[in-house]
T-cell receptor, first 112, second 114 residues
């Protein structure tokens, strides 16, 4: 059973609008959450993270929200740009940071 | 340039023929790990290493071996590859693998086992 779920395999958004990518997790031991972006033929690159002691973290156009009681986090991209088109992976880890668990990914397409 | 380097990028082999995928990082990171990416399953951890001579199994270690004889290198060994090991493999590293450290990934190795 997957501990980190991304229930939307794909998402299409118009350029300039908001993109919202969702992620759910089941393991209450997870304390740190990350989002990675992956372009074709490249490795994943780190985008933004959030600790469980926070409920929001912002970095430019990217904001991650964490709802611990619901075991849910989301990534907001505002405004969306065509260069944001990629696969986005949600990941989680516990206090020890040894085992990063990734979701299956969501393919975002930003249409010009 | 700080990076994680994997070789080869593409590899086609036959069932049972031993192979090694190399991984090297130039950032003096203590933590290194291997992942495989399969459609609908995301990235699943195979093995990880917290430091030289310290390795541990991840979520899907069966059929794989690793070694960490020096800090910069973390090769992935398939002693007897099988078709179900056809996948996209990523090596990753982080400074200490501790809380709040992010992973840096290599560009990937696409392996096909016939």
């Amino acid at each position: 059973d997957q501990q980190v779920k991304q229930n939307s395999p794909s998402l299409s958004v118009q350029e300039g609008r908001i993109s919202i990518l969702n992620c759910d997790y089941t393991n209450s031991m997870f304390d740190y959450f990350l989002w990675y972006k992956k372009y074709p033929a490249e490795g994943p690159t780190f985008l933004i993270s959030i600790s469980s002691i926070k409920d929001k973290n912002e970095d430019g156009r990217f904001t991650v929200f964490l709802n611990k009681s619901a075991k849910h986090l989301s990534l907001h991209i505002v405004p969306s740009q065509p260069g944001d088109s990629a696969v986005y992976f949600c990941a989680a880890t516990d206090n020890y940071g040894q085992n990063f668990v990734f979701g299956p990914g969501t393919r975002l397409s930003v249409l010009p | 340039e700080a990076q994680v380097t994997q070789n080869p990028r593409y590899l086609i082999t036959v069932t049972g023929k031993k192979l090694t995928v190399t991984c090297s990082q130039n950032m003096n990171h203590e933590y290194m790990s291997w992942y495989r990416q399969d459609p609908g399953l995301g990235l699943r951890q195979i093995y990880y290493s917290m430091n030289v001579e310290v390795t541990d199994k991840g979520d899907v270690p069966e059929g794989y071996k690793v070694s960490r004889k020096e800090k910069r290198n973390f090769p992935l060994i398939l002693e007897s590859p099988s078709p179900n090991q056809t996948s996209l493999y990523f090596c990753a590293s982080s400074p200490q693998g501790a809380f709040n450290e992010k992973l840096f990934f290599g560009s990937g190795t696409q392996l096909s086992v016939l």
